[in-house]
Every structure is written in structure tokens, then in C-alpha cells.
């Protein structure tokens, strides 16, 4: 039922910070810290996104499929759906947060602006947090595959503002908190509409590029029959009648679960501010209850859990959340009992359902060659946030293709599966040996931004070389001409050379290859570009 | 490099269980395979999936029709599969109207399968396996082939009357027959689009498609 939200009216503590700051802070003051908070909002989002697709490509959600399928696998795709659920959402807050400072003529900051290492804290996040699993109380999220501790880390991103918590933007408990000064500032006297048109509406990033489920988010609650026709189709009388994959489906995202008309706000006014900070704040800690506190749902329809919600129930399951030490808010009320069937990292491991996957993997320490490969993930990310600073500089008529081209393409077609191709190598040497090859997500540089397509290239090419030398050293005549001709990338659309399934290490080598050219040199066979798009053309005249 | 010692690379997902016997299509013919598509009709356009296309004999088999001599689709609306070119995932479209739909996208794009403005702005794998269901927008949950085919019965007018007046600039020839209103899906598939059993030869050639998402809800395979 899409219900569009009102806007949450100021706590009692957030009504007192208000009219301090009326008070004693100038109209300068009052619109100087707003974009600085803006640009740290930005930044906390970035810096969540890393953090949960490493966990989500932990995980294989489709070694198995039907009827049968284990408790193990059935869990395994369940928590990838809820990662990317969340994920999806975070990429909507950072959006959110980039068209509020946009419209105040600011540029958002992005490239280069996620974490610098990891395991990090959040910008501005207070070091020192709840008790966790381990007794210990330190704020570091690493890069990790999903187990019980990994999914702590992720509560401490998530943990929920109470009722009445003071406003903070600097060592900050919770992002509540954190949004909660900016929804303070934003209802300070000094500011007008006119704040937030100085940057055209027309190119901020718009509600169309938006979309809170995909064949990604969503998973399946039981066993089903995956040859059963969608509904209403009838059932053939060859099917199986049990439910089919669209009975089955669970949507853990809603089109209604947002403040305002539309989830992914363009800002041209105070109100439009205030409706996309309380979107974000809502979807990630549920709807504030008076005098309660936070409720488990993140709209008042009640029907998506909040962030926050959505992990601990995901924790839930784990057989270690029965006497764990961690220490968990009064709100909104946690489960009580370990949720059945139990499961454990191991049985997900043994169950090939889960990556061994190193811990905050850094390029630096794969072996040689390996090291290019990651590169050009991190290359391929970096990429990806000049192409969300890019949106701005776009002519609105021309977004939507852009958006399509540029974020779509780069995050479906090359970022998700260069990665779940990457994750297919073993690492047989150096400080990961015995685990398989994971993204490293780091800051690399890729030059100016009105260069940043051949810095990609470049790395592309590099991650080319270094496939092209594995290939060479696990077996050259197993590579044949295939290889051949995906190397000839300038003038090949790669599309021929693609394996088309995962098997040995040279097929997959020649994957990491194909996926490289798509993103810097595929062309269609009427020789249409079909690459990642070169921002230069906007960054010269920026 | 890769020992004994070391994990082993992760195995291709196998068909879901349990794959449905005796094969429900022995009588059809069989799917030709990715980017096999045959002459079509001249200055036609191409289409995204069975039973969405303009006129007789454009389809999969194109103007010879299936192997067999049974001759191509007598008219529009009853083709065998698509005729853009084969692709796995949203915009990744050559052409206006050669977008699949369902699993990437938006609400809006959703409800329009097939129907997409131009290139890169369709949305998803064609040809649509009848196993697909929207995952955003008002078809939610809902067969992505049959609300395709239900916006290609809805864009008929329009489309046909584009048609044509391109036929009458001279840009489609003058015997092209252009009808006036478009026939049944063929019957085995009419109630369903085209199902993965079909267009995976019954799990003989499972690449004949690919529909992405590692979800394993997309009917053909996902991504690995």
C-alpha cells in the first residue's frame, strides 16, 4: 500500500537544541555547518556500502534451487537478499544526502571520500560503543563474511536513536543522532526556500533512477518449484503444485516506505530537505514512537522492517545469539530465542554457500598479478562515484540515459559480477593463502576527474595483464584462442569471449578479463558503445 | 598458482529440483538458440519475445519458419520468441521496444516490458521466460510475459498506425502485409510466455539463456 509518511515532529530535546541555536548561532553559522554535517552525512553513507556488499558477496544464494532446498542455502539467500536490501537503501540515503547539499550549491564529494582502511570507524562515530559479542565496546566495522560477529558490526552501524536522544554531529552513538542535528539546523529561523535552489532542481539526481527492489533484494521463504509459470498463468498440468518462485519471493523493500511523495527526493525547499533526512533516519532505525522510542518498522504502513531490524533478526538465527554478551537497545524489543532452523558460520561454509573470504583485504598483500586484478574493482568503485558526482553535471534530458549507462551498467554489469567472478580464485600464497580473492574497495586514484576513464582503462589493462599471465601460467593451451581474441579488446565487443559458466581457474580468468572490457571497451555489433560512458566531456567545462 | 591445497572455484548452480518429466514440449519446435534468429521481414520491427511481434513470419524462425516446413507464423502476435538481439539484463537493449523487464528497473519500466523509448532504456533479459515475475511497480509478483503481451495488445493501434505510416513513406515496402489485429500466442505458450523448460531444450543447452540476479528467482539460471 504506498502511504506516503509525514515528516516526524521535533522531539522535546530537539525543540530546546532549536531554539539554542536560534539563539546564540548566526544565519553563517546556522548554513556553514549544515554542509559541513551534509558532506559527513555523505560520507557515512559512502562508507556503509563497501561494508555490506563484501558480506553480501560472501555468500552464494544459487548454489541450489527447487523444492529441496537445504536450510543452509535457503538461509544463505535470505540474508543476501536483506544485505542488498539494505544496501539499496544506503545508495539511496548517500543520494538523498548528495541532492539536499546540491541544492544548497555545493557539489557532494564522493570519489576518493570512502574509507581509507579498514576495519574504520564511521566519520564522527563515537570509538567507543555498546558491549559487543567479544565484551569488547570498540566501533571498528571491517570488511568481513557474513557470520554472527559480522552481523554485530552491522547493529552498531544500524543501532537505533531512543526517544529524546540529544542531537550530535560529532562523536556521535547513532546515525539518528547524527540526523537528528541536521534536522535541528534545518529548523532554525535563519533559513529560507531560497537555501535550497541554488543548486538547479532540474539536475539533481531524480526520483526515476530509483528502485527499492530488484531480482537481487528479493529471496525466496521456502522451498518452490522454479519451472512453475508466474502468475496468474495457470499451472500446467506438468507442474508441481506447490508454489512457484513468485509465491515464494519475499520483497524486503517497499515502495511506500518514505517520507513526502516520492522516496528519492530533488530538493528545492526546507520541506523537501526535511523529508529526505526523515527518509533516511526512518529507513534505517524505524519510526520514532513518542515516548517509546524506535518503532521495528521503518514507515507507518508497517510493513518494512527498519534496518536495524532486518540485521538483528538476520543475527537472530545464529546459534551463537543464544548468552551472547552483546548488548542491545531497550528499542525496539529484540528476539528472545535463537529464531529455527539455527544455523552457524561453519554449516554455511561446509555447506558452500558462504566465501572464505579474507578479513579487510588490501591489494598490497595479494600475491603479484592478483593485486592488478582487485585493483580494478577498487578502480571499477572509484569509477562509479565520479559517475554519481557526474549526475549533476549532466543535461537533465540526457540523465536517465546516463544514470542507465554510467550506474547501472557499472554496478550490474561489471562491479557485481567482476567480483563474484574474483571470488572464484583461491589465493594459494602471501596473507590470504588458502582463502578466496575478495574486493578491496580502497580509495585508488584514477587521476582528475575529467581523466578518470583512462585512469580506469588503465587499471583495466593492468587487470588484463595480470589475467593474461595467470592464464600463461595455469595453462597455456587450456586458454587457446579464446583468449586470443579477448585480449584484442579494442576491437573485440566481448561479448563472444564470455564463459558462460563458472568452472577452472583459466575460465574464470578469461570472466575477469570480459568483465574488464565491458567496462572499457565493449561495443555493440553496430558499433555502438556499450562501455562505461567517459565523464571527461562534463568535467572539462565544470 | 591453484594446488591440491587450495579451495576449488565454486560449481555452476544446477537446474532446480525436481525438473519436471515426461518434457511437456516434444510437439513444439525447438528453441533455436542464443542469437540464432532468422531473416525477418523488411523494415519490420524487431520485438522482444514471443507473441510481441508486428506481422507474419517475423519471429525466431524468421520468414522460413521452424525447421520441419510447417512455414513461418501466419501473423502478428504469434511468433515463436524474440528477435533483438539476445541480452541478459537491463539496458543493455539495443533498440526501442527489444527490452525484457522484471528484474532490474523501476516500477514504471516494470509495467512496460517490451515497450521501452529506445536503446539502453529497456529493462532486462529477453527473450522473458514465462517463469519471471516483476519485482517493482504494480505488477509486482505478477508474469512479466503476460503483462508484456498485455501492453503489446494495448500499444496495438498505435503501433500499427506508425507502421503504417512508414509503410507509406516508402520505408516498409508496399506488400508488406500489415494486419489489423494481432492473432494468439502460439498455443502452447499462450497462457504462459515462454518457459526456461523450452528454451533451454529441456535442460539440454542450458546457455541459451541467462536472466541476471544471483537470487536464483529469475526462472533462467541467474547469474553465477
Known sequence: MDTPDPVTPLTPAEQAFVATLNANWTREEVLARLQ????????????????????????????????????????????????????????????????????????PQLYQHAPSAYPTGLPYHNPTGPVGPDGQTAVQIPLGKLGFEQLWHFLQIEYPEQWNAPPQDSNWDTIGQFYSYIRCLLSTAFLTDGDFQQGAWAKAIQPYNYSPNNVDTVYPDAGFDPWKPAPPAPTPGWADPVQGAAA????????????GQTQLVA???????????????????????????????????????????????????????????????????????????????????????????????????????????????????????????????????????????????????????????????????????????????????????????????????????????????????????????????????????????????????????????????????????????????????? | MASSATPTPTPAPPPGVPVPTPYPYANE????????????????????????????????????????????????????????????????????????????GTGEEMNNPGANDCRSLGSCATPINGERFSTNGPNQGQSVWLRARAVFEANWAANQAELKALQAAGKIASTQALPETPGPAPAAFAATGPTYLWISQDNEARGNMTACGSSGMSGAGGCS
Open chain 2, 29 to 104: 519446435p525447438a528453441y533455436p538458440g542464443p542469437n540464432v534468429i532468422g531473416p525477418q521481414p523488411e523494415g519490420m520491427p524487431l520485438h522482444a519475445c514471443m507473441g510481441l511481434n508486428a506481422c507474419a513470419g517475423a519471429d525466431r524462425f524468421g520468414t522460413a519458419g521452424p525447421p520441419g516446413g510447417k512455414g513461418p507464423n501466419a501473423c502478428a502476435g504469434q511468433g515463436y520468441c524474440s528477435t533483438g538481439t539476445d541480452h541478459t539484463c537491463h539496458v543493455q537493449n539495443d533498440c526501442k521496444g527489444q527490452g525484457g523487464c522484471g528484474l532490474y
Open chain 1, 248 to 259: 515464494a519471493a519475499v520483497f524486503p523493500d517497499y515502495a511506500d516506505s518514505h517520507v
Open chain 1, 36 to 107: 559541513t554535517d551534509l558532506q559527513t552525512a555523505i560520507e557515512i553513507e559512502l562508507a556503509t556500502i563497501p561494508i555490506y556488499l563484501y558480506t553480501y558477496y560472501s555468500l552464494v544464494r544459487n548454489n541450489e534451487s527447487g523444492e529441496t532446498i537445504s536450510d543452509a542455502q535457503l538461509f544463505a539467500n535470505k540474508a543476501g537478499g536483506v544485505i542488498m536490501s539494505v544496501a539499496v537503501e544506503e545508495m539511496l540515503h548517500m543520494s538523498l544526502s548528495s541532492n539536499v547539499l546540491f541544492s544548497m550549491g555545493v557539489a
Open chain 1, 267 to 542: 530538493v528545492q525547499s526546507i520541506q523537501d530537505a526535511a523529508t529526505a533526512i526523515d527518509t533516511i533516519c526512518d529507513q534505517g532505525e524505524g519510526v520514532p514512537i513518542p515516548d517509546v522510542g524506535p518503532s521495528p518498522d521503518d514507515d507507518q504502513s508497517k510493513d518494512e522492517e527498519s534496518h536495524y531490524v532486518k540485521f538483528l533478526t538476520l543475527q537472530a538465527q545464529f546459534a551463537d545469539y543464544a548468552g551472547t554478551s552483546e548488548q542491545r537497545p531497550l528499542q525496539p524489543p529484540a528476539p528472545t530465542d535463537v529464531i529455527q532452523p539455527a544455523i552457524t558460520q561453519a554449516d554455511l561454509l561446509a555447506a558452500d554457500v558462504l566465501v572464505n573470504m579474507p578479513d579487510n583485504p588490501v591489494a598490497a598483500n595479494y600475491p603479484p598479478l592478483y593485486s592488478d586484478i582487485a585493483n580494478f574493482c577498487s578502480a571499477c568503485f572509484q569509477y562509479m562515484l565520479i559517475m554519481t558526482e557526474t549526475i549533476y553535471l549532466v543535461p537533465p534530458e540526457n540523465q536517465k540515459l546516463f544514470f542507465n549507462e554510467g550506474l547501472h551498467r557499472s554496478m550490474i554489469w561489471v562491479l557485481d559480477k567482476y567480483i563474484r567472478t574474483i571470488r572464484q580464485i583461491p589465493i594459494s600464497g602471501g596473507a590470504y593463502a588458502g582463502m578466496m580473492m575478495g574486493p578491496t574497495f580502497e580509495n585508488v586514484s584514477l587521476g582528475l576527474r575529467v581523466n578518470s576513464f583512462a585512469g580506469l582503462t588503465d587499471f583495466g589493462n593492468k587487470a588484463i595483464e595480470a589475467a593474461k599471465a595467470l592464464i600463461a601460467e595455469e595453462d597455456a593451451d587450456e586458454a587457446g584462442d579464446k583468449v586470443a581474441e579477448a585480449l584484442d579488446h579494442l576491437n573485440f565487443a566481448a561479448e563472444a569471449a564470455k564463459i558462460e559458466k563458472d568452472g577452472d581457474l583459466v575460465s574464470v580468468l578469461q570472466n575477469v578479463i570480459y568483465y574488464v572490457c565491458v567496462a572499457i571497451s565493449k561495443t555493440s555489433a553496430d558499433g555502438y558503445p556499450m562501455h562505461l560512458p567517459d565523464v571527461g566531456q562534463y568535467w572539462a567545462t565544470a
